[in-house]
């Protein structure tokens, strides 16, 4: 039986599509995003129960009442909202910060995490090469315009790409402390301790999806996962920062083939880097 719908849960916006019965895959935006930014993807995924949450103070979640968004908070929160739609086990997959938030709910719950799957997420700070100026708006004009939006948006497409409008007026509604204070929040995990040694400390399969036309992390970081014991590394040929818009057959079919063989737990030998062409 095929589910489609969203929820509140612990103030989080819930939304699943797909056999409830099947896998849980829980998908994670990135800052500054929605769970719309998984819209490509998800008809692609449906043969697991996929479920979308929107992150604190982004999309049609509230911000939290604690005004705290560290990592640790929202890997706390992101759990109790699993809990409570009954999900036991998932594969959580992250797109760039979403992939903080994936790894800071495995720490506060590994036993919800099975694998997680990061897409262009930075391993670390010295990888970031977006131009500073990209990295937030003058207060003094928020709500931002959509050509402001779409010049803040441009190192997270590759070039010609078409920034969704519907991804341009959500950003439009959100509130400049809920973009800047996850910003924040999701440089200060990365500054304490790079993602690659985080991840090794967790010992589960881990699967890193990257773009090689990325400009806002640098595609070559891809490596550092490289000390993640048993990593999957896949370069996409093409894709700029955000391939789960630009190249979502691409990246689901990647996504798909490692989830098939996550479950077995067998997953053998050093890090495998592959370029999909």
């Given at each position: 039986m095929t589910s489609s719908g969203a929820s509140p849960h612990d103030d989080l916006h819930v939304r699943q599509d797909g056999p409830a019965e099947a896998?849980?895959?829980?998908l994670l935006h990135g800052s500054a995003a929605t769970s719309r930014s998984w819209?490509?993807?998800v008809p692609l995924l449906t043969s697991h129960r996929v479920i979308r949450i929107d992150l604190p103070g982004h999309g049609r979640s509230a911000g939290p009442?604690?005004?705290?968004?560290?990592l640790p908070a929202l890997g706390r929160r992101l759990a109790t909202a699993l809990d409570r739609v009954g999900v036991r086990h998932a594969v959580v997959v992250g797109?760039?910060?979403?992939?903080?938030?994936?790894?800071?709910?495995?720490?506060?719950?590994?036993?919800l995490v099975r694998a997680l799957v990061l897409?262009?997420?930075?391993?670390?700070m010295n990888a970031f090469i977006a131009p500073p100026e990209q990295a937030a708006f003058d207060p003094a004009q928020w709500p931002p315009s959509d050509e402001l939006v779409r010049r803040f948006a441009s190192t997270g497409f590759r070039a010609g790409f078409q920034v969704p409008q519907v991804l341009v007026d959500e950003l439009r509604q959100m509130s400049l402390q809920a973009v800047a204070s996850?910003?924040?929040a999701s440089t200060a995990y990365l500054t304490e301790r790079a993602l690659p040694d985080r991840l090794r400390a967790l010992g589960k399969p881990v699967q890193v999806i990257f773009g090689d036309q990325d400009g806002r992390w640098r595609p070559s970081s891809a490596a550092d996962y490289g000390v993640v014991p048993d990593a999957e590394i896949q370069m996409l040929s093409g894709a700029g920062h955000t391939p789960i818009l630009e190249e979502p057959a691409r990246t689901a079919a990647l996504l798909l083939a490692f989830t098939r063989y996550v479950p077995c737990g067998d997953l053998d030998g050093d890090a495998r880097i592959r370029r999909d062409e």
């Open positions: 896998p849980a895959l829980l819209d490509a993807m009442a604690d005004g705290d968004y560290s797109h760039s910060s979403g992939g903080y938030a994936a790894t800071a709910l495995a720490e506060q719950r590994p036993d897409i262009n997420t930075g391993p670390r996850a910003m924040r």
